[in-house]
Structure formats: structure tokens, C-alpha cells
């Protein structure tokens, strides 16, 4: 992700764990980082950002000196690999803000089997005082009042952490499995041959997008709001499941657990958490039984201008609308907006809010094997716009003007999924928007392989 980004509303979850300034040649700072590693392997991965507090205030004036070296990477991976039971790569990447760097330890995806602290950190004060427990499983939760922490595995822990192990077991069956049969809608193909009348499959979760869409127009924007293009990304997601589910209202306890669950895949997120922020406006409020936030920032003052508009409700239905990322950047460098569409960031887009989607059903404790979770994209102002890349090392012929002005595509995906399948589903969602730019197309590995570099945090 964006850590200069990141570093301008820094927020917690259960795969971003935030420290205030800790000493890593000391028990106590081992014991932070030791911990903080494996609770974030064991939830799938994540981000150990340090230097921030509590409340999410990056701690400028408290910065030590020789930060380079104190979280030099060899000395990070070397404490882990020390104490952790499985050994796993690790990466030290600084954030800056207010000219100093940040250290975020970067934890990655991919495991297998349960990781416990195959030695324990005592105090060298009080020895009898176990700062890391030798043989404990140590994973975030959100079992203290709604708050992401680091703590031993309880009995309620231990059915998502098997579930992430064994997702990560069976990626290559299922890669193999939605590859081959990907695009396929058995119930719908059944019915036809039956002779019934089908409704799309599309109508529902499309009805939900224009709505939103509609309720996006209609609330009032600031008084200093500027033209950032009319280029929009939207996503709107409905979760269907056959069992029952216990009522949820929209609460503190259901806007926490859906915050929460965000695995904060970039600096600026989907469902973006303005709890914090400053202009009252910005923070969610309740409307029509759910939670909503438009988070208008016209000046830049998080590195970019921004427009988002989001809507959460407790029975499963969750909408983003924002400015596309290519028109903030042009009006940052004082360049004109609606030009251009990079190809990276739809197809990182689209990978992110599927991963936070799901994240988001599993933490409503929705059941997997019975839940399917129904996407609608929609990129509108795309008349006119030329193709291009935010990597400069990918070539995009010249040329790839689209001649559509909207595009909407459509994915069904099962909550079971495991999270490296998702790459492969990423293809057939995207390739009919890049076709719309003058027939443009790309390999499936390429793709793929963009998606990835996300949701390994690269």
C-alpha cells in the first residue's frame, strides 16, 4: 500500500496493528514484534506499522534517531525467525510524514499451518513475567470491545484460523476448478433447458447499484467542491445465504466489526474508516438503516483530492463509489482530468474489493459454504479516455481510446473461495472493460499476476 498515504489518517484493523516508537534491541520491543508477526501471519498477513499511536497519530517528535538501522530488515527477520515456528519471509518498508520515516513490517500471505512462538521473550526485570509465551498461537481479534488486538488464540479463534490454513491448502485445486469452469451458471443453464422464464441474474445487485448511485447524486456535496472528472469507479456488493441469520441492527457494534474487517489492502481503502477525521461530515452516519460516508477532500491534503461515497447495511449490502484514481493524479499535477485509465489500478481495484467483501461477510459470521457474494462494477466517463499503465514498465499500444462511456461487468463468488483463487476470477471481470478500449486485451497471466502483487501487499 501507499505508506505516505497511509500515514495521513493512520487506522488499525485486524491486519494493520499500529505501535507507538518501541526499541527492537530490547524484550519488550522483541516481544511487540515477535507477537505482532505471527498474529498478523495467522489472519492471512498484513502490515506492523511503528511509530504511531493509539489513536492513530503518527509520533513525529518522538522519532529515535538511526531508524534505518534499528529496523534494519535482516535484523527484523533474523528476531523472527528466532522465535516464530514457521519460518516466513518479511519485509522492512518506511512511510514518511513530517520529513521522518516510518517503519511497517510487512507480514505476508500464505499460511498453512497454525504459527506459535517456538521460544518465549521473559522480562528481564521480572522473569518470572512472559512477555511472548513459548508454544502459544498468538492471532489478532476482535474479541476486546470491538477493537483489533494481538492476543493468544482463544476457542472462538480457532475456526477462522484453521479456515485461512486450509483456504491457502486448497488454492490450486480451486484455481484449477474456477479456470476451467469459470462463466459457467449451472442453475440458469438448467432452467433454459427446462423451457422456464429466467430473470437476470444481474438485476437485483444491479437495482441496489443504481439506487446507491442515485443516493450518491442526491447528497449535498460541500460549498467548495470542485470538478475532479466524470470519471467514477463504482461497486456494489449483496450477500445471499440460505440460512437463517440472527437480526443485525446498524449499531456501534455492527460499524466496528465492519470497519474492523477491512484488510486495508492500500492507503487510501475501499470503505475507507472516517470515524477520526476532522470534518464531521466526513464520519458514517446512520440513513435508512445503514451506515453512509461521503468523504469530500478537494484540496489534496491526503497527497491526492478524493471523492468517495459509501453505504454499509447490517443484511449484507455494501456499495463504494469514487473519483477514478487516473483524474485525482492529472488534477494533482495540474494536468486535465478524463484522459487516461491505467489498466493496474482496475484490475487492483476490482482485487480489492473482492477481498474486502469477503472479509466483510466473514466477520457478520455469515456461513461460508452456504453464502455467494454478487458484484456489479460500473466504471462510467470512460468516452474518449486512452489506456495506459501506472507501471511504466508495461506497454500498452498506442491508440486504445474506449468508444463506450460506461461499462458494467458482474461476478457471482462463493464465500468459501480461498483468498489466492481470487486472482483467477479477476480476468473475466475486467477483460470487457479493456476490450471496450478499441478491442484492447490482455493475458490472463498478466492479469492475474497484477491482482496478486496486491493481495500479497507488494
Not at 160 to 167: A, G, K, R, S, V
Not at 216 to 242: M, Q, S, T
Not at 357 to 381: D, H, N, Q, V
Not at 436 to 447: E, L
Amino acid at each position: 500500500m501507499n505508506l505516505d498515504e497511509f500515514l495521513t489518517a493512520p487506522r488499525e484493523s485486524l491486519n494493520i496493528e499500529l505501535k507507538s516508537w518501541i526499541d527492537p534491541t530490547t524484550a519488550e520491543g522483541k516481544a511487540k514484534i515477535v507477537k505482532a508477526a505471527i498474529a498478523l501471519r495467522n489472519v492471512n498477513g498484513g502490515y506492523l506499522g511503528i511509530g504511531i499511536s493509539d489513536e492513530g497519530n503518527p509520533l513525529s517528535e518522538l522519532a529515535p534517531e538511526n531508524i534505518d538501522d534499528r529496523f534494519h530488515q535482516d535484523t527484523i527477520q533474523a528476531l523472527i525467525a528466532r522465535h516464530s515456528s514457521e519460518s516466513f519471509e518479511v519485509s522492512v518498508e518506511f512511510g514518511t510524514f513530517n520529513g521522518i520515516k516510518f517503519p511497517f513490517i510487512t507480514i505476508p500471505s500464505g499460511v498453512r499451518t497454525p504459527v506459535a512462538a517456538k521460544l518465549g521473550i521473559n522480562d528481564p526485570n521480572n522473569q518470572a513475567k512472559e512477555l511472548v509465551k513459548k508454544d502459544t498461537v498468538y492471532v489478532r481479534t476482535l474479541a476486546a470491545n470491538h477493537t483489533p488486538s494481538s492476543a493468544a488464540a482463544q476457542f472462538s479463534d480457532w475456526p477462522q484460523i484453521m479456515n485461512i490454513c486450509f483456504d491457502n491448502r486448497e488454492a490450486d485445486i480451486g484455481n484449477f476448478v474456477r479456470r476451467h469452469l469459470s462463466g459457467l451458471d449451472i442453475p440458469r443453464l438448467l432452467s433454459q433447458i427446462n423451457g422456464d422464464s429466467v430473470e437476470p441474474e444481474t438485476a437485483v445487485v444491479d437495482v441496489f447499484l443504481n439506487e446507491c448511485h442515485q443516493r450518491f447524486l442526491e447528497i449535498k456535496k460541500a460549498d467548495d467542491a470542485i470538478d475532479l472528472g466524470k470519471g467514477l469507479f463504482e461497486v456494489a456488493v449483496i450477500i445471499k445465504c440460505a440460512a437463517e441469520r440472527e437480526a443485525v441492527r446498524a449499531d456501534d457494534n455492527f460499524l466496528s466489526s465492519f470497519i474492523y474487517a477491512n484488510p486495508g489492502l492500500n492507503g487510501w481503502p475501499l470503505w475507507l474508516d472516517s470515524r477520526a477525521f476532522l470534518d464531521p461530515k466526513s464520519r458514517p452516519r446512520t440513513r435508512a438503516g445503514g451506515y453512509e460516508a461521503l468523504i469530500e477532500d478537494y484540496e489534496g491534503s491526503f497527497i491526492l483530492p478524493h471523492l468517495d461515497f459509501w453505504r454499509a447495511e447490517p443484511s449484507g449490502r455494501f456499495y463504494h463509489c469514487r473519483v477514478l484514481w487516473d483524474d485525482l493524479v492529472a488534477i494533482k499535477k495540474g494536468n486535465n482530468p478524463n484522459e487516461f485509465l491505467a489498466v493496474d489500478i482496475a484490475i487492483r481495484t476490482v482485487t480489492e474489493a473482492i477481498s474486502v467483501a469477503i472479509s466483510f461477510a466473514k466477520s457478520m459470521a455469515f456461513p461460508e459454504k452456504e453464502t455467494t457474494l454478487k458484484f456489479a462494477f460500473r466504471w462510467s466517463g470512460l468516452e474518449g479516455r486512452e489506456l495506459s499503465s501506472y507501471n511504466s514498465l508495461r506497454y500498452i499500444s498506442p491508440g486504445r481510446v474506449s468508444g463506450d462511456d460506461q461499462i458494467t461487468t458482474h461476478a457471482n463468488i462463493s464465500l468459501d473461495i480461498s483468498p489466492s483463487s481470487i486472482p483467477s476470477i479477476i480476468p473475466e471481470i475486467v477483460s470487457e472493460l479493456f476490450s471496450s478500449f478499441n478491442g484492447m486485451t490482455f493475458s490472463k497471466n498478466v492479469i492475474e499476476e497484477i491482482a496478486l502483487e496486491l493481495l500479497q501487499k507488494k
